[in-house]
């Protein structure tokens, strides 16, 4: 599948907020992603012109913690998250990345298989981190070397 990633601006929350909808059960609000794009570091993902996915994240000094990764569902297992996130990964490093975290719903087998697919290990678990319906975080770190 050809994507092409691009920086997400503004403009690209049309597109993202009913992909953000259509995934979680407690959507991000327009002033999160708002965060996030004044960061620089986020991306979105375009497939046939249309955008189908998006990379949240933000650095602090060597570590870039990422904190939002959504596929449309009529793309998913397509490799798009994939493709975003080692776009994402290569570049922060090139910047002086060292360090990447992210938290991902306990039940998330999928999307826990693609971060340990790109090097992520598990590092700890947050109670009760996610809300509707509650469930534990597993926090996993990938550090590069």
Not at 23 to 47: C, H, M, R
Not at 124 to 138: M, S, V
Request: glycine fraction near 6%.
């Amino acid at each position: 599948m050809e994507i092409q990633i691009k920086q997400m601006r503004e403009e690209h929350l049309k597109d993202i907020l009913p992909i953000e909808a259509e995934l979680f059960t407690e959507p991000w609000q327009t002033e999160f992603f708002n965060f996030e794009i004044k960061q620089g570091d986020s991306i979105v993902a375009y497939n046939e012109g249309k955008l189908v996915g998006y990379v949240c994240g933000f650095a602090v000094l060597d570590e870039f913690s990422i904190s939002n990764v959504g596929v449309s569902k009529r793309i998913q297992r397509h490799g798009v998250a994939y493709k975003m996130l080692k776009h994402l990964i290569d570049k922060k490093i090139s910047d002086g990345t060292i360090v990447f975290y992210l938290e991902v719903r306990e039940s998330n087998i999928s999307a826990i298989n693609l971060y340990r697919k790109l090097g992520f290990g598990t590092i700890g678990k947050r109670r009760n981190y996610y809300k509707h319906p509650l469930e534990d975080a597993i926090v996993m770190k990938y550090e590069h070397q």
